[in-house]
């Protein structure tokens, strides 16, 4: 059985989602970040960390790609053309949607007070309106990112959808926003709204 240690209202919420989609047994500990096991567990001390027997693995897009490989499903073969897509999706998501995302979390509350730029909130703003554009020329006409099976690229994205709509980022009235709405609709994301929403 996993172990996911990560409260589920952080990135956790990402592999709760991911389990909860393959139907697999997991164990939660529901750690906040710099919390004592997960320090012992990740030198950043950020979460989650998924323990499969003793080994740790950290970071969630590498949890839910693990898991993904492991159980063969929501990802394409690696080596295929197919996965080398899926991987560019899931790289441009990380770095230009959860990366502003992230940056005006730090600059918002994370780090020390003396360190911030909250100005820089307005350019991540704008940079993400940009980059919402570019994924809904890449979605065209698709249910999902990668056509009509999802991929943990959707998992990554739907996840920044929710976090950008508390954070104040809007995602505008085209394609992406009725995407959203597909993705929270499924079954798995609903069983891991309900973990979050307990714990």
């Given amino acids: 059985m996993y172990r996911l240690i990560g409260s589920p209202k952080t990135r956790a919420f990402r592999v709760v989602w991911m389990l909860e989609e393959l139907g697999l047994e997991y164990e939660l500990t529901p750690e906040y970040p ?10 950043t001390g ?20 693990y898991l993904a490989d492991k159980h063969g499903q ?3 073969a690696a080596g295929t053309i197919e996965r080398a897509q899926q991987d560019s999706m899931l790289h441009m998501i990380n770095d230009e949607i959860d990366g502003c995302l992230w940056t005006a979390a730090r600059n918002s509350f994370i780090l020390p ?5 909250p100005e820089i909130k307005e350019t991540l703003i704008w940079e993400f309106s ?7 020329k890449r979605l065209g006409d698709n249910t999902y990112l990668m056509g009509d099976e999802m991929t943990v690229p959707d998992i990554v994205l739907a996840h920044c ?6 954070a104040g ?9 009725a995407y959203f709405k597909r993705m929270i609709a499924r079954n798995g994301y609903q069983q891991a709204h309900k973990i979050r929403m307990e714990s």
Avoid: Y
Wanted: proline share 5%.
């Fill in 34 to 43: 710099q919390g004592e096991e997960t320090r012992r567990l990740n030198p």
């Fill in 46 to 65: 950020k979460v989650p960390v998924l323990l499969v027997d003793d080994t740790a693995i950290i970071d969630s897009v590498a949890i839910i790609q």
């Fill in 74 to 76: 929501f990802t394409f």
């Fill in 113 to 117: 007070e003396d360190k911030r730029v």
């Fill in 130 to 136: 940009r980059s919402i554009e570019a994924l809904e």
């Fill in 161 to 166: 959808g929710g976090w950008a709509r508390n």
């Fill in 169 to 177: 980022f809007d995602v505008g009235d085209g394609p992406i926003r």
